[in-house]
């Protein structure tokens, strides 16, 4: 099975997954839910704290650690997630894009700038949701990253 993602007008906001529509905030600067999943955050407005009741938490230098019974692991440096939970994730051979996640396969458009649709075993179909979660802390963790780069 296919779930396709989709993007804004300009390109530059992931609007949706598969079914899932990403609402964003007034400003347009963060996502506030995805699909029936409402995202709360902190008094300020920069941390995300809870995913649908799922609780997220944090280290000491700021970085995601868990969300909700899922652990979060990073590379040695600290900048590139390697796994949520049960999900390992996987790179291509340079280290830039994520190319799966668990059992997902992610597929790149023809530019390989940003992810188009993304490949769910038929065997999994009973983890879509669970998967579809990762999927997007995978793809806000990328988006956070690259704005902090630029």
Known sequence: MNVELGY???????????????????MGGRPVSVG????????????LRAIGGLE????????????????????RL???LRRI???????????TRTRAIGPLTVCYDRLGSRPCRVEVPDEHRSQEDDLLLALFLVLQH???TAAAAA
């Open 8 to 26: 804004d007008r300009m390109g530059s906001r992931l609007r949706m997954i598969g079914d899932l529509e990403i609402a964003y905030d007034r």
């Open 36 to 47: 029936p999943r409402v995202l709360e955050y902190d008094r300020w407005g920069w941390r």
């Open 56 to 75: 997220v938490g944090y280290d000491r230098w700021g970085r995601r650690r868990s969300v909700g019974p899922w652990d979060l692991e990073y590379d």
């Open 78 to 80: 600290g900048s590139r």
């Open 85 to 95: 939970g049960p999900y390992e994730l996987a790179f291509d051979r340079w280290g």
């Open 142 to 144: 990328e988006l956070d």
